[in-house]
């Protein structure tokens, strides 16, 4: 095993915008092709490996513990559609889970086998475990059943660059067909009858640009492309109403949309426009009876829900009215119903309105802190929904309620082995003040009896981009953590979208620094309330995340004792300067566009982790990527860990490659527990409970 750190070569490369020249020593670590580029990266992990033996046996305790507590042959909630209940099963020692259905009688309640067991009667649809077999790495991209539930599409990725291979399944014999087409995107849309399906296709830069129409039995060289979007802000996406009456077409950039609908009995008709689009105004398409309900941010910074006639769309008319501090985040429509997904004072919410009324209730929830959503719902006529439920505390809860007597009926709470009682843990919400002033709200979990002195080990998360928000949640792998002490915390930073539209606003763009100090804030809120210290202070973030964890490395290197960065978007700018390197013009509406600006520029150098490395006392980092990732290059991180290692070299710095994975890590549920027990064994270690 190495004793020391790899060395990696220096080979300065300048680039030069606005008059500003930087010299990169390691840029020559982007060529994937390159073998001393692979070395490098083995030799890091030869070094990470050696550096966290001493943890090896605290590691496999840990994946134990997981496995323990994990009721590895297990059945989901079946969910009904047309004639069957459909469901997913796993089994112990398979990575992968099983697609499956079986006839449903006139019964309402969904069948069910204690033990996990296959159901009576049960159709196998797709075997994960079978498709992977001989595989490193195995991910589904679509999971789609025609209306009549007589053919399905799937598409496989094999490598987790995400460029999957779509198939198409006959489920009256069970035969895979000839149909095949390589380099697809996620999602597809079936035509009502079942004869054609919509599928997607990514361009040079991996933007999801166009949206084929295939017939099935004849050869993908004939598929038609039925709108190619060639603005390089815009993503595509297709899908089938639940009424199954359209299939929807939509291109999104991060700030405006455009919607289109064709008809699904008649699958060759032109995309109709529901409303061409306009620069800063985002709506959304769902089919109900003789309306389309829009959900949109017109003069709604929070969002308002609309309708327009399906026969002729033309004026929204109003449904819902904007209420300020209320972002409304969706509409699932039913036959009877519609139900809005929203948010307020920093949890997430459900709205039921009756069809033709203007009345609503809310759902209501019994803990303070929780999260609540609408859980697969495949069919339109119906009173009963499914939603899933979970807290800090609370394992995710299945729920069936009755939309008109308000009555919830739990179909299943995720086992927890091993005894677990929510009882003998606590969750709470805690503020911290931001440098404006602003009030940052925290979501804290920690086993009851853990000290309130100042004394408890802490790990904080964080992501804060994209107005994606990190909601109350639980956790199996989390126990490991708080069993042994320690406590638990989200930061629910501005770039987010836990307090509404402008909590995302105020952390983007010319903004985006807000992002990084919020975190900061709740760090030190932390320790200032007595939960922990900085030297007992651990943080932890991925994707956008590991920016987030990048950027406070170097603003508050002693409010951390370590940083934990998963495929960390650590070189924002290089990446954002460089139009061909995948989605960086989609970006631009997200981060601001240095190309052509000298001000963003000057912005994202400012905060850039990689630009801004420095001779500090850095806190140890440990970073982990993936070879293949297509969101996040595997560059960034090895770049990062290199000139940590050059600049400020008295640090601990460690970098872990997955060498045949993609932006998600490991695709296997036993792989992806050994690199969670891997992460934590390192976090305990750091936190000095190793």
């Not at 994960?128 to 598409?155: C, H, I, M, W």
């Not at 919400?429 to 853990?450: L, M, N, Q, Y």
């Not at 990062?640 to 890590?665: C, F, N, Q």
Request: hydrophobic residues 40%.
């Amino acid at each position: 095993m190495p004793t020391t750190p790899p060395a990696v070569r220096q080979v300065p490369a300048e680039r030069t915008f606005h008059g500003d020249t930087v010299t990169d020593e390691f840029s020559w670590l982007a060529q994937k092709d390159n073998p001393d580029t692979i070395a490098y990266l083995e030799a890091e992990n030869a070094w990470t490996k050696a550096a966290t033996a001493h943890l090896t046996d605290l590691q496999d305790t840990i994946f134990n513990e997981i496995k323990g507590r994990t009721q590895e042959t297990d059945l989901s909630v079946p969910s009904r559609k047309g004639g069957y209940w459909y469901y997913t099963r796993t089994v112990e020692g398979k990575q992968y889970g099983i697609q499956c259905r079986v006839a449903a009688p006139d019964a309402v309640d969904p069948p069910a086998t204690g033990d996990g067991a296959p159901l009576p009667g049960e159709e196998v649809l797709l075997d994960g475990n079978e498709l992977a077999e001989g595989k490193q790495f195995f991910a589904l991209g679509t999971f789609d059943v025609s209306p009549a539930g007589d053919r399905l599409a799937y598409s496989v990725d094999f490598d987790g660059d995400e460029r999957f291979l779509l198939k198409v399944k006959d489920l009256r014999t069970n035969e895979v067909l000839s149909d095949e087409v390589p380099d697809t995107f996620y999602g597809t849309a079936w035509s009502a009858d079942g004869s054609t399906l919509f599928y997607i296709t990514v361009d040079d830069a991996w933007r999801p640009n166009k949206v084929w129409r295939h017939i099935v039995g004849q050869a993908a060289a004939d598929d038609v492309v039925v709108f190619e979007e060639a603005d390089e802000r815009f993503w595509v996406g297709v899908e089938l109403t639940r009424s199954e009456k359209f299939i929807v077409i939509d291109a999104n950039s991060k700030v405006t949309s455009e919607v289109r609908v064709i008809d699904a009995a008649r699958p060759t008709a032109e995309p109709a426009v529901i409303r061409e689009r306009v620069q800063g105004v985002e709506y959304s398409v769902e089919h109900h009876g003789h309306r389309f309900l829009i959900l949109h941010n017109e003069n709604a910074e929070d969002f308002a829900l609309a309708y327009t006639s399906v026969d002729n769309p033309g004026d929204w008319v109003e449904l819902i009215a904007h209420q300020p501090g209320t972002r409304l985040e969706s509409v699932d429509a039913f036959q009877r119903h519609l139900v809005v997904s929203q948010r307020r004072d920093g949890l997430t919410g459900l709205r039921v309105l009756a069809d033709g009324s203007t009345d609503s209730y809310d759902m209501e929830f019994p803990e303070p802190i929780y999260s609540v959503g609408l859980a697969g719902n495949p069919e339109y006529d119906t009173n009963i929904v499914r939603i899933s439920y979970t807290s800090m505390v609370t394992p995710e809860s299945v729920y069936d309620v009755d939309l008109i007597t308000r009555a919830m009926v739990l179909r299943k709470q995720k086992p927890v082995l091993g005894g677990y009682d929510p009882a003998d843990y606590e969750q709470f919400r805690e503020w911290a003040v931001a440098d404006d002033g602003t009030k940052v709200p925290i979501s804290v979990v920690a086993r009851k009896g853990t000290p309130r002195n100042g004394t408890a080990p802490l790990l904080l998360y964080g992501y804060g981009s994209y107005e994606l928000s990190m909601d109350p949640y639980f956790s199996i792998p989390r126990l490991s953590l708080l069993d042994r002490g320690v406590v638990y915390a989200i930061a629910h930073i501005r770039g987010g979208g836990e307090m509404g539209r402008r909590w995302y606003e105020e952390g983007k763009m010319l903004a985006k620094r807000n992002t990084f100090t919020d975190f900061v804030a709740c760090a030190r809120a932390l320790v200032a309330s007595s939960w922990t210290t900085p030297e007992r202070l651990v943080a932890r973030g991925g994707s956008a995340g590991g920016l987030l964890m990048g950027a406070v490395a170097n603003i508050a290197p002693e409010a951390f004792a370590g940083i934990v960065a998963q495929v960390p978007f650590v070189d924002p700018l290089t990446s954002i300067l460089d139009p061909s390197l995948p989605l960086t013009v989609t970006e631009w509406e997200e981060w601001g566009n240095p190309l052509e600006d000298a001000d963003v520029y000057a912005y994202m150098k400012s905060y850039s982790p990689y630009e801004n490395v420095g001779k500090l006392a850095y806190p140890k980092i440990l970073a982990v990527t993936s070879l293949n990732d297509t969101r996040v290059l595997y560059h960034e991180p090895a770049k990062w860990i290199a000139r940590l290692r050059s600049v400020a070299p008295d640090g601990s710095y460690l970098l872990k490659t997955e060498m045949g994975a993609g932006h998600a890590g490991p695709s296997g549920r036993y792989d992806s527990w050994k690199e969670e027990a891997f992460v934590n064994a390192w976090t305990l270690d750091t936190l000095g409970l190793a």
